[in-house]
């Protein structure tokens, strides 16, 4: 399986990135789609726009927002299936906003896709 980074959308675009996807619902403040260089924006994997707002990026609720927003990934199937085919044959590379690089959405979409499930 390849692997999977997480970066921000502000930091120069890189060839090492391979297939670089946009995992926030909004899109980042003063970077243009040219300068982006994504591969695919899935904005419906984000956490919802309640979650979101509740989170406000506080480092005290980041463990309660966690559990929330892997609740809310339960019903992304579709998406995180897109995610699951991508990693097979290149390396993914999570694209975010927020300024924190330990407490964000990207953090814990790369953990549940990394994670391993045990063998029966």
């Known amino acids: 399986m390849a692997t999977v980074e997480i970066k921000r959308i502000y930091e120069a675009p890189s060839k090492n990135d391979g297939y670089r996807v946009l995992v926030d619902r909004i899109w ?3 970077v243009s789609k040219e300068e982006a ?3 695919v ?3 419906e994997i984000a956490p919802s726009t309640e979650l979101r707002k509740w989170f406000d990026h506080k480092p005290e609720r980041f463990e309660k927002f966690k559990a ?6 339960n ?5 995180l299936n897109k995610l699951r085919a991508i990693m097979k044959s290149k390396k993914l590379t999570l694209l975010y906003g927020a300024k924190n690089e330990e407490i964000n959405q990207a953090v814990v979409l790369k953990e549940l896709l990394t994670r391993r499930t045990p063998s029966p």
């Open 41 to 43: 924006w899935i904005k």
């Open 68 to 73: 929330k927003y892997r609740d809310e990934l």
């Open 37 to 39: 260089k994504l591969d």
């Open 75 to 79: 019903s992304k199937d579709g998406e």
């Open 28 to 30: 980042p403040r003063g």
